[in-house]
């Protein structure tokens, strides 16, 4: 990705409208009593098609701005952010993506690691109540949620930041080739 | 040129992270900071409007959720319908009883929030994403009158305490966080406990080192107990629902002094609350 003045703005705007909908939208709807996590899957996107320094970056400051707005313990949401956002673009770096499950299921599965991030941060920083069981069944069901929301707002991102975006080529397709009728 | 790229980009890498560690250790358990009482400064009133414009929104989702949860409780409430009739009819012999006490103690039968306490009305405009934590946002801060420790209820009962404002919003930490413990007694039975979550689930919630010798049952109501010793004084008012005892094991009692309760507020689906400032502070 190329970073100019222009994008910057727009990946400062792209983190505060997660951040604010995540806050006044998806933190404050139950489905299957469970509220559905944007944010992680919004930092997987940014990786993705920003590379791993981009997604790093964007998941500390995302992070940060999450930990302000709800008054938390400043430091734990960026530090699992930028791990998330530096894995996916680590993927990005490392594999090609293939197919568009990619960007959903890498939403799933890191959606998931951020969760078990969170509680190993809480556990870090002193966790005093029993853990319930169904934790793990809110867990997934976030896990559930980002790969159904992963795949629009990846879309999203790519819009937003189609032209800071380097287009891979393009392969033409191959066109059947006709067969030789041998001694004709 | 590669190898630079790398070397840079590693660096940055080690940089965020020891920033992470250094916000945590700078800020771990101080309260608000300058930089959140800014951010929440700047983005108080965008926060606001965005919840209220999203407001029809969630509440449709929520209806969609709550109409697919109705179905499988409708028969469950058949059945707790039934008890319930034939208890009401106990509890009116037992309300009469309760009142002619009341006027004996000449104790105030308005509510259970008692005199000295100013209530401030406060709407929940943010809620943490994870299931780790279990906090609230209102719109409601230091400018209000709001300090940290103020307890917070809404119509159904006990919902948490303040942990941090800031002048134009609060953070309150629910009853369901892993770091709440709420001094409570059970009611008639006058068991005390401490009423301590657990965590991931806001609908069962455990009353602590209870006395196994006295033994209480489901369905027993579950309030706060308001103790106050020389200087020092619980955070909480006496007397505020918290709860319905759930779960009463004969063995869990003995063994574990602790028996379940489901909190009488809904934690999931908060909206307006009331901040109780003022008090014995």
């Known amino acids: 990705m190329i970073v100019t003045p222009k994008i910057v703005v727009r990946l400062v705007l792209i983190g505060i409208l997660g951040v604010l909908l995540q806050l006044t939208f998806f933190s404050q709807v139950a489905v299957f009593h469970t509220t559905p996590d944007l944010l992680p899957a919004l930092v997987v996107c940014l990786g993705l098609l920003g590379g791993s320094l981009t997604g790093a970056v964007s998941g500390f400051a995302i992070g940060f701005l999450l930990d302000c707005l709800l008054i938390e313990t400043l430091g734990g949401g960026s530090l699992v952010l930028l791990t998330v956002g530096y894995l996916a673009g680590l993927f990005r770096e490392r594999f090609e993506i293939h197919t568009s499950l990619v960007p959903p299921l890498l939403c799933m599965v890191l959606t998931l690691f951020a969760e078990l991030g969170f509680g190993a941060v809480e556990l870090m920083l002193g966790l005093d109540g029993s853990v319930s069981p169904l934790v793990i069944r809110q867990m997934l069901i976030q896990s559930a949620f980002a790969f159904v929301l992963g795949w629009p707002i990846y879309l999203g991102v790519k819009r937003a930041l189609r032209p800071a975006l380097v287009e891979e080529p393009v392969r033409p397709p191959r066109r059947p080739r006709r067969p030789t009728v041998l001694g004709a | ?281």
């Open chain 2, 1 to 281: 040129m590669y190898r630079k790229q790398v070397r840079r980009r590693r660096a940055v890498l080690a940089l965020l992270i020891i920033g992470s560690f250094a916000l945590l250790t700078i800020t771990y358990s101080r309260g608000s900071n300058g930089i959140q009482r800014g951010v929440s400064t700047i983005f108080s009133p965008i926060q606001s409007a965005g919840d209220r414009a999203l407001k029809p929104a969630r509440d449709l989702v929520n209806w969609f959720d709550e109409t697919f949860d109705a179905k499988g409780e409708n028969s469950k409430l058949h059945t707790e319908l039934e008890s319930a009739r034939k208890e009401a009819v106990g509890a009116q012999a037992a309300l009469s009883e309760n009142r002619q006490m009341r006027k004996l103690l000449e104790l105030d039968e308005s509510g259970a929030i008692p005199s000295g306490y100013d209530p401030v009305t406060g709407r929940v405009i943010a809620r943490s994403p994870t299931v780790w934590f279990s906090d609230v946002t209102l719109d409601a801060g230091s400018g209000d009158g709001v300090h940290v420790n103020d307890p917070v209820v809404n119509g159904d009962g006990l919902v948490g305490t303040v942990n941090a404002v800031t002048p134009n919003s609060s953070e309150v930490t629910l009853i369901a966080d892993h770091s709440s413990a709420v001094s409570a007694k059970v009611v008639p039975k006058g068991v005390q406990g401490v009423v301590r979550p657990s965590v991931g689930d806001p609908g069962d919630m455990i009353l602590d080192f209870i006395d196994s010798t006295k033994k209480v049952h489901a369905g027993l109501a579950v309030v706060t107990a308001g103790w106050k010793a020389q200087e020092v004084a619980s955070n909480f008012p006496p007397n505020i629902p918290i709860g319905e005892i759930t779960e009463a094991g004969i063995v869990e009692q003995e063994a574990q002094q602790q028996v379940h309760l489901r909190p009488y507020a809904d934690l999931a689906n908060l909206d307006l609350v009331q901040v109780l400032t003022g008090g014995s502070r």
